[in-house]
Nanobody, 115 residues
Framework: QVQLVESGGGLVQAGGSLRLSCAAS????????MGWYRQAPGKQRELVSI???????NYADSVKGRFTISRGDAENTVNLQMNSLKPEDTGVYYC?????????WGQGTQVTVSS
């Protein structure tokens, strides 16, 4: 049973930084794609950033230049460094992994950016 565990959310002032981490456990396979989505109150879940198994990355236009996704030191882990945070970055951030062709989601971690 693959499980995703997220950490690193919290409350920060505008202009501040947070680092999210996600670890996928329970699989003998390396991830195909791993990354982050977010959902603000009253809005649909949206892509923030993903990283492919080969290292290629993709970012939402709204976070380009401010967020950086990277692989963690441990297998099947990714980090999201979020700098210059804005109030509009507020939401629940969900980690998603595609491992051996199947989708897995984490429980979500709250990120709140105060103005």
């Amino acid at each position: 049973q693959v499980q995703l565990v997220e950490s690193g959310g919290g409350l920060v002032q505008a202009g501040g930084s947070l680092r999210l981490s996600c670890a996928a456990s329970g699989s003998m396979f390396s991830f195909n794609v791993m990354g982050w989505y977010r959902q603000a109150p009253g809005k649909q879940r949206e892509l923030v950033s993903i990283i492919m198994g080969g290292g290629r990355t993709n970012y939402a236009d709204s976070v380009k230049g401010r967020f950086t996704i990277s692989r963690g030191d441990a297998e099947n882990t990714v980090n999201l460094q979020m700098n210059s945070l804005k109030p509009e970055d507020t939401g629940v951030y969900y980690c998603k992994a595609i491992i051996n062709g199947r989708d897995y989601w984490g429980q979500g971690t709250q990120v709140t950016v105060s103005s």
